[in-house]
């Protein structure tokens, strides 16, 4: 195997590994301080120990993600040297800034977690949350800036092979970022709700029904509902975006080859790789029109306007169709939850409802991934879309694969450090355990 499919390979297992602590790193700390000024406002002891127990949970995630972060930073330079040779002075900000980001977060982190009960306005101490969700959601601000930027690049002139004229503030805010920094964040903060939710519903299936679990399940699900809506929109911004463009990533997404109006939506099917005859999938008339000009008549150009060698691999569609299938379950699932804990004879709680929002922590952390590998295999054959392919920009070294099974065994171990520290955290240490000792406490 070429040291190019050895470089592909790692990045993806490091971006697949990353962007799971990435994301909880982003979105949890929206629930921790949501949370905590329930607490307050309502005097309400459940929601503050919720605040209490996520953020224990959210530190040990913080410390994997900041590994694996620094992996991605190291693997620029060692896997795509020719890319950071040709555009690493335009990208050099916002990777800087994203730095700056963590550093910010995890100062107010540190002081967050050492000073309860230490104010006598407990509104202070819930203050210095909102500095680490400044920090968290900016740092994905800025690394998603550079994940723009690589799909819809400017801010330079290009001269002779060479990038001169440099403008790193029109780079960081270039055509892609808008669209891709709020599907990144409310995914991020979407994935969270489900997370948490996940963990209150396997508590209430092991037995636990308790009013803790609830209200942990309840408040996760009424934002989780805001969130799902605000993605499922964002996406369709993002479509919009895509038909503007990347009209190549788009097309390849929905196995659209020829250029006309009344183009139909394509869900699942399989495709014919010579003739790209497509026999057994769900087909909506007129629905790829709509979707990216609200308009039946709209032209959506097709992949067959673009060299073959520049296609996208077209398995993009499934990945794109799981994607927003996924999607739609994180709306109906608290939609269901609203909708039946409004019946007073119907119980929110039983069995097939904490099932489903089991299930959503998994799907949603499901959904990331797939949203990240279409991102990234939807802009194949580039690296920089239109300057420079990632054949050109990897590494030659041939120790590649010794690298590839090092970091291997070091995610493994990370995984497995993490599941291990977050169970023993908690496993013998209950909600209503914790709450009952605090109360003797105080």
Known sequence: MSELNWSRYLTEMTLAFHILFATIGVGIPIFISIAEWIGIRKNDPHYTLMARRWTRGFVI??????????CIGLQLSLLWPEFMRFAGNVVS????????????????LGIYLYTWNRFSNPYRHWLLTLPIIVGSSASALFITMVNAFMN?????????GKLINLDPLA??????TPSKVAHVLSSAYLTSAFVLGMIAAFSMLRGRNNDY??????LNMITGLVLAAATILIGDISAKFLFEKQPEKLAAAEWHFETGSRAALVIGGRLDPVTHEITGAITIPNGLSLLTSYDPNGVVVGLNEFPRDEWPPLYVHYLFDAMVGIGFYLLAVPVLFLLISRVKRWNAYNRWMLGAILAGGP????????????AEVGRQP????????????????????????????????LGIVC???????????????????RRIIL
């Open 171 to 176: 780079a960081m805010f270039n055509p892609a």
């Open 419 to 437: 599941l291990v520290v977050l169970s023993r955290l908690f496993r013998n240490k209950p909600a209503e355990l914790e709450l009952e000792e």
């Open 152 to 160: 819809t690049p400017q801010g330079f002139t290009l001269e002779n």
């Open 213 to 218: 679990n609830k209200k942990s399940i309840r």
């Open 363 to 374: 799907f949603a952390l499901m959904a990331i991934e797939l949203g990240w590998f279409y």
């Open 382 to 413: 580039w690296i920089l879309r239109g300057y420079m392919r990632v054949a050109e920009a990897a590494t030659t070294n041939p120790n590649t694969p010794i690298t590839f099974w090092l970091f291997a065994a070091l995610y493994l171990l």
């Open 93 to 108: 900000l916002p990777l800087f800034l994203e730095t700056f980001a963590f550093f910010f977060e995890a100062i107010f």
């Open 61 to 70: 995630t913080v410390a994997v993600g900041v590994v694996t972060g620094t």
